[in-house]
């Protein structure tokens, strides 16, 4: 039986994926059970590999072999561990090399997006962490120049205006997640800013996210399809969730929600 128990999925004008861990199993394993049946696939890498106490390493030429037969796109969340804004300047370059050696690994299989967290760092002064941040970019921007049309820098648990001129000035772009925006009320007007590598969505409410989709969502889902449309946006949309039952509902809802959306309806 197929693992989200669905019919053919619609086709969209944008791609819509979820994660490498839908099932408790290696990337591999998910992304096997996964090709065919989204568009796009999440791979997930949450602790850099000198703090991962799980596999790390991932095996590139069957992802792309995958790819190739199911047309299948990916996405990389980059490690959520690295200190960019660090005072420490040998802590924000381990973190700079840390994306850099996964940029390189990955690059055969074509990522159409990097979700990079700018992580805080409460033991810094604003100011001088923006700082920080800003000379992490900068580094980022310059050893790895050719990616930096892929990478966005996601909206997280603190107001984004905090890193929205560094972002502006690193050239990099963002990654809108919209469970973040619910679960922190967060105000930024993102439909103004520029250059959006990725959307997540997910459920949420005050102090939880990553929840499944359930019907009160349908109004937000099907507002947000008519700002896609009307945006033309054309990249990933990925379902950030954790588990294959709540991904099978949830994926129900989005498709009633975005069914005035499906190319050809």
Request: with cysteine; aromatic share 8%.
């Amino acid at each position: 039986m197929p693992l989200l128990d669905l019919p053919e999925a619609p086709s969209y004008p944008w791609l819509l994926g979820t994660t490498s861990f839908v099932l408790p199993a290696g990337v591999e394993e998910n992304v096997r059970v996964l090709a065919g049946q989204v568009d796009a696939v999440q791979l997930l890498f949450f602790e850099s590999r000198v703090n991962s106490h799980l596999a790390h390493q991932v095996d590139v030429n069957l992802l792309a072999r995958l790819a190739d037969d199911h047309a299948l796109a990916y996405t990389v969340h980059l490690p959520l561990d690295l200190e960019l804004g660090s005072h420490d300047k040998v802590v924000r370059r381990q973190g700079v090399d840390e994306v850099c050696r996964l940029l390189e690994e990955l690059a055969p299989l074509s990522p159409r997006a990097f979700d990079l967290h700018l992580r805080p760092a409460p033991d810094v002064e604003r100011v001088a962490w923006q700082a920080n941040l800003a000379e992490s970019l900068q580094s980022l921007a310059t050893r790895c120049s050719e990616w930096r049309s892929k990478i966005g820098i996601e909206n997280i648990g603190y107001d984004f205006a905090l890193v929205e001129e560094v972002v502006r000035e690193s050239g990099f772009g963002i990654c809108v997640d919209f469970g973040h925006r619910l679960r922190y009320n967060q105000r930024t007007d993102f439909w103004a800013l520029p250059h959006w590598r990725h959307i997540h969505l997910h459920g949420a409410e005050p102090g939880r996210d990553h929840l499944p989709f359930q019907d009160k969502d349908i109004d937000f889902l099907h507002n947000l399809g008519h700002a896609l449309q009307r945006e033309e946006y054309r990249g990933v949309v990925t379902l950030e969730l954790y588990d294959a039952t709540q991904v099978r509902d949830s994926l129900a809802t989005l498709h009633q929600a975005w069914q005035p959306f499906q190319q050809g309806a």
